[in-house]
């Protein structure tokens, strides 16, 4: 019998760690779901030990010898071993976090070279596998930090600070619960870990495929049809998904092909779907796991935040339809045809329970004063028994769902490594003071002027968001900057909505668009092209922040009355409208510069809260409407 070759063992070697990868996923699934219902141990162990398993998930996942693709034994061989090495020393290292807790009452405690080396090659580590999982500029960016902890005693400035040892930075990053296993991996594990695990049950076991249809029906009739299902699919999905590359391609491999072949040219159709899906990470319930954070950090209740956030949200996928219809009647794109209709069945409607089940089981827990965690057990416990009950094929195949579970696993265990990486971030700007430092000079920049600090803040939000996935943008950017706005005297929920928002948006926006990376594959365009078409079809969305800063009755729990949010309804669904137009250069027919820059002058009107300018900028607009 012949041997076999190295591409059909290297093959086998790599659906054997996948499988591996799965069973820590189950692990870490089931441990997901007992942390909901039951509560947490002692945080250092809990948080160790699942950052463990979560770095073999990752590893086994994403195995070196995947992406390099060697061709010789030799280097399949150094790929494996290098693999096994990276989850050794994370294994010695824990293992010495381990021993260094059983001395934590001494007085003196000091930390050996052999203690300081592992532990610096296992955050090495970590780095590593956020690069294989989001590409370089999250674990460039954490690396530099590091470096700037140690030789910031050398640099200029404002950068200049005391200076740390590695063994000093060592004791924070690693020893201590202000690194690594600090505060946001505690409350990904308490709190999201759970959600991302419902995320993924929700898609795999149906429910993504009954969105889809249902977005398609609805939309058949506009004249972007396909175009606008995305738009109304990505936000739905985007209730339940915590990711903006998984909303683009759970949605876009459907939905990409079917708005080409409608008569979208392919960037605009990997555009479309790129806007859209980032639209999801602010879309209550779930708002890309941020929701929960932000409850921690600002003590506003989650239900709270979600009633916060429905307006703003609800204005960005009104500005995306609107330029989705426009840019339809700029291309004379019909609508789609009865004959392809999809018409909706009565399975069709059975499976939408499948989606409103969870969701309304996540309002009912809430409202009934649990916790969030609670909310994301019994969604999942729902979601699985309304699969099962409405889904015969998932009946045929049951253990569909341990698979589910097991994906829920590995995609939380992605989240664990780059919050494990922000852990580092905001371990180093508590030791160092650097945030306040900045916030300081944002201030001092845009001094006695709210809309210059809002543009600077914007401006280092995109900047610090490129390339992370949502939470750990916000987590960065939210306590780099939001002392910043919070001197200015902008309310907290304001400035975190806003933080959130831009961090969320850099993912449209180039050189390093997420979104547009993701969705330019599916669509067969240029990804620079595609993020260009993402951003200009979402440029009306880039106001909605401002709009609530400078109006904060668009979030409902600030200042509502009545009267007043009708009248910052109006300006701000004029001000979307007037900007789509402005921006296409296109209404019902094409629009000359005096009337594009007429309009832009309208929404800077209306955008200077209530008051006669905005009364002054509703007359503009509609005179040039």
Request: with cysteine; hydrophobic share 60%.
């Amino acid at each position: 019998m012949a041997e076999p070759t190295i591409k059909e063992r290297d093959g086998g070697l790599l659906r054997a760690a996948r499988l591996a990868s799965l069973a820590f996923g189950l692990i870490l699934a089931a441990q997901a779901l007992y942390t909901a219902y039951f509560g947490v141990c002692e945080p250092w162990f809990h948080r160790s030990v699942v950052a463990a398993l979560a770095v073999a998930a990752v590893t086994l996942n994403l195995p070196l010898a995947a992406e390099l693709r060697p061709r010789a034994w030799l280097g399949v061989a150094a790929c494996w071993l290098a693999d096994l090495l990276l989850v050794a020393v994370f294994t010695l290292a824990i293992r010495e976090l381990f021993a260094a807790y059983e001395h934590i009452d001494d007085i003196m405690l000091s930390y050996t070279p052999y203690q300081v080396g592992v532990s610096a090659l296992a955050v090495l580590g970590v780095l590593e596998l956020a690069r294989r999982l989001f590409g370089l500029p999250l674990p460039l960016f954490c690396l530099a930090v590091v470096l700037y902890c140690v030789f910031g005693d050398s640099l200029p400035w404002f950068l200049r600070h005391s200076g740390f040892s590695l063994s000093q930075t060592m004791e924070t990053l690693w020893f201590g619960l202000q690194g690594v296993f600090g505060m946001s991996l505690g409350i990904v594990l308490q709190v999201i870990f759970v959600f991302i695990v419902f995320g993924v049950v929700l898609e795999r076991t149906g429910a993504g495929e009954a969105l889809i249809r249902l977005a398609f029906h609805f939309t058949a009739r506009s004249r972007g049809g396909p175009a606008q299902a995305a738009v109304l699919a990505s936000a739905l999905f985007g209730t339940m998904s915590g990711s903006v590359a998984a909303n683009v391609v759970g949605t876009g491999s459907f939905t990409i092909p079917i708005i080409k072949r409608r008569g979208f040219s392919a960037k605009v159709a990997g555009g479309v779907e790129a806007a859209a899906s980032t639209g999801g990470q602010f879309v209550p319930p779930v708002m890309g796991a941020a929701a929960f954070v932000m409850a921690d950090i600002t003590g506003v209740p989650y239900l709270q935040l979600c009633l916060a956030a429905l307006i703003p949200a609800a204005l960005y996928y009104f500005s995306l339809a609107a330029a989705v219809a426009i840019e339809a009647r700029k291309q004379d794109v019909a609508p789609t045809p009865e004959a392809e209709r999809t018409p909706l069945t009565r399975r069709d409607a059975l499976m939408s329970l499948t989606v409103v089940g969870p969701i309304a089981a996540i309002v009912f827990v809430l409202v009934e004063g649990r916790s969030p965690a609670m909310a994301g057990f019994w969604a999942t416990v729902v979601a699985i028994a309304l699969a099962f009950l409405l889904n015969p094929a998932l009946r045929r195949r049951p253990q569909e769902v341990l698979a589910a579970l097991a994906q829920g696993g590995v995609a939380g265990a992605g989240i664990v490594i780059a919050v494990a990486c922000i852990g580092v971030v905001l371990g180093v700007l508590n030791m160092t003071g650097f945030g306040l430092k900045f916030a300081s000079m944002i201030s001092a920049a845009g001094e006695g002027s709210l809309a210059a600090s809002l543009v600077l803040t914007m401006i280092a939000c995109l900047v610090l968001g490129m390339g992370m996935p949502t939470l750990p943008a916000y987590l960065i950017i939210v306590l780099v900057m939001g002392g910043a706005l919070g001197r200015m005297g902008v309310p907290t929920v304001a400035v975190h909505m806003f933080v959130l928002y831009f961090g969320v948006l850099s993912a449209v926006t180039p050189p390093v668009a997420l979104a547009a990376f993701a969705a330019a594959p599916i669509a067969g365009a240029n990804p620079i092209a595609t993020a260009a078409t993402a951003m200009r079809l979402s440029a009306a969305g880039f106001l909605i922040p401002f709009m609530f800063v400078y109006d904060s009755g668009l979030l409902l729990i600030l200042g509502f009355e009545p009267g007043g949010l009708v009248w910052a309804l109006a300006r701000a669904v004029a001000a979307v409208w007037l900007a789509t137009t402005a921006l296409a250069g296109f209404e019902r027919r094409r629009l000359g510069a005096a009337s594009r820059l007429g309009r832009l002058a309208a929404v800077g009107l209306l955008m200077t809260g209530p008051g006669l300018l905005a009364l002054a900028g509703l007359a503009l607009g509609i005179a040039l409407a």
